[in-house]
């Protein structure tokens, strides 16, 4: 079965720092990734995802996250944070028609 | 969130009490989940369905029961509530199951 290992429950970082959350999954064929982004009080939020193609993926919101197959890792980046990213993310991985979901990494930005 | 509706938001209860917590879409999306939401622990999956009457266990079924009797509508029953059944609940919505979801806005059950 899959499985996915976020390596820090949370991380503390400064405004205008940059930022990596640590996302590794257990290998299986044809995999799917995912971020999603939960802001306090409320639902999950679908941040970047990565199907196929590039592996270099981007969202909106200056996120990225690299696919690396040879390190079963789905890593997130941001250059530069904003306070107003504070929030809780969580890497998720395909799984027999359903997704399993990390323990989730909280970020804390502070100005 | 658009297209997905949970009720209640909030709902406070006593132990041993059945309770159903409701899952509405209008996405005419196949797949449904129930997530439970705890600290540490992430989301882990209660029930799925991937059709009408079309139901199957997750990683975390026991006490809890689910039915799908319309394409929009997915139930989950606390069949006797537990205090260590007080978590958020998440519906979550899917086209194929496997490309990403969208989810609710969740549900906060208290038992007490």
């Known amino acids: 079965a899959q499985s996915v290992t976020q390596l820090d429950s949370q991380v503390p970082v400064f405004e205008e720092a940059p930022v990596e959350l640590r996302c590794n999954y257990s290998?299986?064929?044809?995999?799917?990734l995912f971020w999603y982004v939960q802001y306090p009080n409320q639902g999950l939020q679908l941040l970047l995802k990565?199907?196929?193609?590039?592996?270099l993926v981007e969202s909106i919101n200056g996120f990225e996250a690299e696919f690396n197959k040879s390190q079963t890792s789905f890593h997130l980046r941001k250059p530069s944070v904003h306070i107003s990213d504070t929030a809780e993310y969580f890497c998720?991985?395909?799984?027999?028609?359903?997704?399993?979901f990390g323990a989730g990494t909280i970020l804390r930005v502070k100005s | 969130d658009a297209g997905i509706t949970q009720s209640p938001r909030h709902k406070v209860t006593e132990t041993g009490t059945p309770v159903t917590l409701r899952c509405h879409q209008t996405?005419?999306?196949?797949?449904m989940y129930w997530y439970r939401q705890d600290p540490g622990h992430g989301l882990r999956l209660i029930h799925y369905?991937?059709?009408?009457?079309?139901?199957d266990k997750g990683e975390v079924s026991d006490g809890y029961s689910v039915s799908r009797s319309k394409t929009e509508d997915f139930l989950l029953t606390l069949e006797s509530a537990t205090s260590s059944q007080t978590s958020v609940y998440f519906c979550?919505?899917?086209?194929?199951?496997?490309?990403?979801?969208?989810f609710g806005s969740g549900t906060r059950l208290t038992v007490v």
């Open positions: 979550a919505i899917s086209i194929t199951g496997d490309y990403g979801y969208t």
């Open positions: 998720a991985v395909n799984g027999g028609n359903k997704l399993v």
């Open positions: 369905s991937y059709g009408v009457k079309d139901t």
């Open positions: 996405e005419n999306h196949r797949y």
């Open positions: 990565y199907l196929s193609g590039s592996t």
């Open positions: 290998s299986s064929v044809s995999v799917y």
